[in-house]
């Protein structure tokens, strides 16, 4: 790699439009259509043609033999020889698709996440990218939005631990490998906290429900080494996160001591005229530019105006070079100076992707991150039926991979009906898709076949959910239950066959509160990838014990939204007796027709087998802020099949000088148990755990009792106190 000498050399020899034009991120089309075809992109940009030997960074370039191309033609045109990023969305793999993060989520499994980011990163690498936009760590409290599958829930601290897992696969052993990408973590900052759950809508938040809930998790990734940062759409407390300097200047680069670089989403910049910030584009270059975000994705701001900017002594060309040099710094590090292609091999793509190493993780992932909601002891079902029926819209369909699955073919995906085949090779499958994925299908005029296709099998397994088209960007739903008809069936199919599963796909907590009144039993399996079929079979069959836990609450309804488990208490908080059910009019914090706790929530999940914690001690109760408190916890597998549990730690301030949450989760480890196996489980209590965000703008620990437990959110098995001291 270069030295910092031969990079601030290179940066002394470049004019201003060379430097500006290491700000600038566009699409792979501008570098890959004829001149005479690029009328739109060079229009989009406000650019001249020639201005593409300038360019630092682009994104949508489709493959590694693009890749190799545009930048073989960009080297040879730039006098600098100066090669650029190539950026692309890797969220849940490459070509081989793993299930989405909120599924991951569910597996309570950082190790897992950072193989799967692994394999990622060598597909990725392979396929021409230099650099992923994940991970994502926006807390997601509002099942509406439709960016919940791109997160890990509900809870910051677990965010930011699964969060650096992702970061620690994606970049491997160095950033120079071959088989490794840079990071940027996203959105900078509370793009999940949009009022009404709707996309890009605006955040207002507290200082203290910034700093407690919703900072935390990104700056886990700091501390993890992330090597970019993206803000956000939204405006934060008024103020555009692309051109917010309280967070990108005063949190981002002084607090927390970032020097990567800022890359803005796409065209956030010139957005901020439409904001209503900014009058021109200049003037959106001015503001982003001044709160150091570093490129412009996507947009005419920076190329157009930052040079007149700097001429006029806005800004100084010094302030440019910190810029640049965080760029060229960047791709010094990816090992582009001495080799711009990385790891580019259209070979090599071919001969990872989906091979059965891959699959075989991507199936693991599957399995690991299921939830089964209810048991009503139906599953695991036997393998000696006869007669099994698939019903619904994910029965036989591919489409089980998200909308936001890069450059996976979805129709190499196993669908349910393949896996189960495979399976049970001596029993009759039977599928019929019944209805389609469109949220508004109200078409019942299948039911009645798949009623009596029902009726006479041994099994019914009823495909349900939300098409994946319906979450991420821009897909936020106020009514998030089944479709009219998907409610249909399986009310009516589940009236005939008592020995029938609801297996449920989607990108988001689903509302399934009238569903869990009489269904026997609900796999949750998200949106699970390309091997989410045969993963699926396994699960229903009894090959596998589901051991996903919940880590974004399930609403009872739209209503509750936003519900999450570490809620504040409050002076008149719900009675115990009225956390599942509607409240009498008794001047509580409750509803008078729902629960007020959701109807799964984080950290639950059910298996297979049933779990007995036996007992929880703590080395000691009193402890000071160099001290650490080491709790033990002994459980047994008390049934007849292997299986995996989450043991979850909560803590509760009882005295606070601000109102804490009811509880807090911590600490947490997955263990594996044979039937009859008992193990102790040790987790740690250390004081930065204790601390809060005060009225005076520190994170503090404040003297007094807290409360340790294990169990999972609202359901404890064990709690104690424990002082922390002077």
């Not at 990218?129 to 509900?154: C, I, K, N, Q, Y």
């Not at 120079?176 to 890009?200: L, P, Q």
């Not at 996976?408 to 896996?419: I, P, S």
């Not at 956390?579 to 008078?592: G, I, K, Q, R």
Request: charged share 25%; hydrophobic share 40%; glycine share 8%.
């Amino acid at each position: 790699m270069a030295s910092e000498a031969k990079l601030k050399e290179l940066l002394a020899q470049m004019t201003l439009d060379e430097k500006i034009g290491q700000l600038v991120q566009t699409n792979g089309i501008f570098f890959l259509k004829d001149d005479s075809e690029l009328t739109g992109p060079a229009t989009e940009l406000e650019l001249d043609l020639d201005y593409r030997k300038n360019i630092g960074s682009l994104l949508n370039f489709k493959n590694a033999e693009n890749a190799i191309k545009i930048q073989k033609k960009h080297i040879e045109d730039d006098r600098n020889g100066i090669p650029m990023i190539f950026a692309n969305d890797i969220i849940h793999g490459c070509r081989t698709i793993f299930p989405i993060p909120l599924a991951l989520g569910a597996s309570f499994e950082p190790d897992l996440v950072e193989e799967c980011c692994r394999m990622a990163a060598k597909e990725a690498a392979a396929d021409g990218v230099h650099l992923t936009f994940s991970p994502m760590v926006d807390l997601s409290r509002d099942a509406r939005w439709g960016r919940v599958m791109e997160g890990f829930g509900e809870d910051a601290y677990y965010t930011g631990v699964m969060a650096a897992a992702q970061i620690r696969g994606y970049k491997g052993k160095g950033l120079s490998s071959k088989e490794s990408i840079a990071t940027c973590a996203k959105h900078f900052a509370a793009y999940g906290a949009g009022e009404g759950g709707r996309d890009y809508n605006a955040a207002e938040l507290s200082e203290h429900a910034l700093r407690e809930y919703f900072l935390p998790a990104y700056k886990a990734c700091v501390d993890a080494g992330v090597d970019m940062i993206m803000p956000s759409f939204n405006s934060v407390c008024g103020v555009p996160a692309t051109a917010n300097k309280y967070l990108l200047c005063d949190i981002l680069r002084d607090e927390w001591g970032f020097d990567g670089v800022v890359n803005s989403d796409y065209s956030a910049v010139k957005e901020l005229i439409t904001h209503g910030v900014a009058k021109d584009y200049k003037d959106c270059a001015r503001l982003a530019f001044d709160a150091q975000c570093d490129i412009d994705m996507i947009s005419p701001c920076y190329a157009g105006y930052l040079k007149q900017l700097i001429e006029e002594g806005v800004f100084s060309e010094e302030q440019l070079d910190r810029s640049v040099m965080r760029v060229l710094k960047l791709k010094n590090d990816l090992g582009l100076f001495e080799n711009p292609y990385h790891g580019a091999d259209p070979a090599l793509v071919a001969k990872l992707e989906l091979c059965d190493e891959h699959r075989e993780i991507a199936r693991r992932a599957a399995e690991e991150s299921a939830v089964l909601l209810k048991n009503n002891g139906v599953l695991p079902f036997s393998k000696d039926v006869k007669k099994v029926v698939l019903l619904g819209p994910f029965a036989t369909t591919y489409s089980i991979l998200s909308w936001w699955s890069s450059r996976g073919d979805k129709t190499k995906a196993t669908t349910v009906y393949a896996g189960v085949k495979e399976l049970l090779k001596d029993a009759e499958v039977i599928a019929l898709d019944v209805c389609t994925r469109d949220y508004n299908d109200e078409d019942e005029s299948n039911i009645a076949e798949a009623v009596e296709l029902a009726r006479n099998a041994d099994v019914a397994i009823l495909c349900v959910g939300e098409s994946g088209r319906y979450s991420g960007e821009a897909n936020s739903r106020t009514d998030i239950r089944l479709s009219k008809v998907q409610r249909t069936l399986v009310r009516e199919v589940t009236a005939v066959q008592k020995n029938s599963a609801m297996l449920l796909f989607g990108g988001r907590p689903l509302v399934i509160t009238e569903e869990n009144e009489y269904v026997p039993a609900i796999l949750e399996m998200y949106l699970p990838g390309h091997e989410g079929g045969s993963a699926a079979a396994r699960l229903l069959f009894g090959d596998v014990s589901p051991s996903g836990k919940v880590s974004m609450s399930f609403p009872r309804s739209v209503g509750q939204c936003p519900v999450y488990y570490n809620r504040t208490q409050t002076n008149r908080p719900p009675r115990a007796q009225y956390l599942d059910v509607p409240s009498p009019h008794n001047f509580t914090s409750a509803y008078l027709d729902c629960g007020t706790s959701p109807l799964f929530t984080f950290g639950y999940g059910l298996s297979y087998t049933t779990f007995r914690y036996d007992s929880m001690t703590l080395d000691k109760t009193k402890m000071t802020k160099e001290d650490t408190i080491k709790v033990s916890v002994t459980l047994t597998n008390t049934g007849n099949v292997g299986a995996k549990e989450v043991v979850q730690l909560y803590l509760h301030d009882l005295v606070a000088s601000t109102a804490k949450p009811v509880q807090e989760f911590k600490a947490f480890k997955k263990i594996y148990l044979e039937p009859g196996e008992t193990k102790t489980v040790e987790l740690e209590i250390n004081e930065p755990m204790l601390k809060l965000w005060t009225p005076k703008g520190e994170f503090i620990s404040e003297p007094g009792e807290f409360t340790v437990s294990v169990g999972y959110a609202d359901h404890f098995h064990f709690t104690e106190r424990f002082e922390l001291i002077d």
